[in-house]
């Protein structure tokens, strides 16, 4: 085995120089393939991830200490007195778009279409995305188990638990996610149409839950928040499996040129 010395001319330890020339190598696989277009997206993404993780926790705290309840009436007062009574029929037809009876038929079918497209990796995000969101705010609901709100009557009901809210949750995982993967397919004025319609279908489904009184503000912001928590948690785990299956990959070709 060839002697390794550092830059002062001293003898480095077989041993060390094994690790060293190691870390050299990783480092030049990293550098060939870490562009500046993939480090601005690591860390807009990493720094995305942290948003969500803190607002969902500061969102938990407070409704967990009561702190959101002068928020969460006032919202909902305000709405009651303000909002005009001719949107009730509207808002009820927007909130059945977050209902799991009309959004898995349409999962199902526009993961097949994109499944027969050769769209296959949008297939699997959609449905990790909506299912794995519907999965999260379950979970919730039975942790926190929040009451509905008794603050606007409009004779609409909502079973289950309130916090967060499955509709807001299905809207960002479903439609959200369903827009952005089609502007990511499409290109001029077609593209930025998708993510308008899809952001204001998200922001109407939130707001009928609000309009009907069957929701705090509170409950509709944290689950606007849980289908990307639940994003980033899944993509940190495949993030993380490929970081040690590259770092393994780089170990047998370090090897293999020994």
Known sequence: MPETFSAAGNRIPPVFGTSIRALGELRRVVAGRLTVAALVWLVAGLAFSAFVVWGFAEITEEVVEGESRAFDRA???????????????????????????????????????????????????????????VFLTTVLKGVFQRARPEVIDSGYTAGFYSFPSGHATVAVGFYGALALILAYHLRGPARWTVVLLGATVVLLIGFSRLYLGVHYPTDVLAGFLAAPLWLVSVGGVYALWLSVRGLRAAEWRRKDGR
């Open 75 to 133: 919202v909902l007062l305000w709405i009651e007195t303000s909002v005009p009574a001719w949107l009730d029929g509207p808002m009820r037809v927007v909130t059945a778009l977050g209902y799991y009876s009309v959004v898995l038929p349409l999962l199902a079918a526009v993961s097949l279409v994109f499944y027969l497209t050769g769209w296959r990796l949008s297939a699997v995000m959609l449905v990790v995305s909506t299912a794995g969101g």
